[in-house]
């Protein structure tokens, strides 16, 4: 029996001494940056585009480079032909870049009319100064049917290019 006290006192003595918390202190801190920032300098322009009996495409790429397939342009009268143009200022920061997968013209003269834009391609550039500011210019191809009804497609709405922090 008396090791059986000493056992029981040697527990609660045991208990007694154990520790029951601990703490630390954790250092914090945050680094403000400025918002990414998109802002569009030039429209997306394909320019003038020959219709024919079969159904074609017509890629413009980031540089402005027009290629036709099944289709045909006129290098005498090639309409406005630009590649669309943002500018990105982003600091030093890496960033992500989205593009529509397809986008819609409508003839102004016959709504029903329409020309299906895709494939979007883009090529950002560094604008070589010091706030971290990209060009980014935008090419798609255009696509159009056989015997496409002629005249000017356009939509107003406009398609997003959005950027955002990675």
């Known amino acids: 029996m008396n090791k059986f006290i000493i056992l029981i006192f040697?527990?609660?003595t045991v208990i007694?001494?154990?520790q029951s918390s601990a703490s630390t202190s954790i250092n914090t801190s945050a680094k403000i940056v400025?918002?990414?920032k998109i802002t569009k300098s030039v429209d997306l322009n394909f320019g003038n585009v020959i219709g024919g009996f079969n159904a074609g495409t017509l890629v413009l790429s980031p540089d402005g480079t027009r290629?036709?397939?099944g289709v045909q342009i006129s290098n005498a009268t090639p309409g406005e032909v630009n590649a669309a143009e943002a500018l990105v200022t982003h600091g030093n920061n890496n960033y992500a870049i989205t593009l529509?997968?397809?986008f819609s013209l409508f003839n102004e003269d016959n709504p029903s009319q329409s020309l299906k834009i895709d494939q979007f391609t883009v090529s950002p550039t560094s604008n070589g100064d010091n706030e971290g500011t990209d060009v980014?210019?935008?090419g798609a191809t255009l696509n159009l049917e056989a015997n496409q009804v002629p005249?000017?497609?356009s939509n107003p709405s406009g398609f997003n290019v959005t950027v955002s922090y990675n």
Do not use: Q
Request: charged share 5%; aromatic share 14%.
């Open 100 to 102: 529509p997968n397809t």
């Open 34 to 36: 400025n918002p990414i």
């Open 151 to 153: 005249g000017s497609y």
């Open 136 to 138: 980014l210019k935008i």
């Open 67 to 69: 290629t036709a397939n």
């Open 16 to 18: 007694g001494y154990a």
């Open 10 to 12: 040697s527990l609660f």
